[in-house]
Nanobody, 124 residues
Framework: QVQLVESGGGLVQAGGSLRLSCAAS????????MGWFRQAPGKELEFVAA????????YYTAAVKGRFTISRDNAKNTVYLQMNSLIPEDTAIYYC?????????????????WGQGTQVTVSS
């Protein structure tokens, strides 16, 4: 397992941008698929985006496609989520996750390490 620490959340107006970062411990970061999930108040945990090991294939939920970009820097053991054109519906706690699967990455059970979460609030 890896230890994950998210940062970069905050309060932003609708239409604005934020970049979330997730720093991972350990020397095997490049071997992990990395994902971002979010949970809004009163709602279930929702898949947002994922990027696979080494080849860096990316996947997004339809609600964020074209607005969010996931990327990774294996030299820095860090994964990013660039969020543009934010809307109030993006308000949630965002969690970074790591796992060893490379397909069907929409399921939380595919990830075995989780960060503590970072709050993103988008005001209208």
């Amino acid at each position: 397992q890896v230890q994950l620490v998210e940062s970069g959340g905050g309060l932003v107006q609708a239409g604005g941008s934020l970049r979330l970062s997730c720093a991972a411990s350990g020397r095997t970061f490049s071997g992990y698929t990395m994902g971002w999930f979010r949970q809004a108040p009163g709602k279930e945990l929702e898949f947002v985006a994922a990027i696979t090991q080494n080849d860096g294939n990316t996947y997004y939920t339809a609600a964020v496609k074209g607005r969010f970009t996931i990327s990774r820097d294996n030299a820095k053991n860090t994964v990013y989520l660039q969020m543009n054109s934010l809307i109030p519906e993006d308000t949630a706690i965002y969690y970074c996750a790591a796992g060893l699967y490379s397909s069907n990455l929409y399921y939380a059970w595919k990830y075995n390490s989780w960060g503590q979460g970072t709050q993103v609030t988008v005001s209208s």
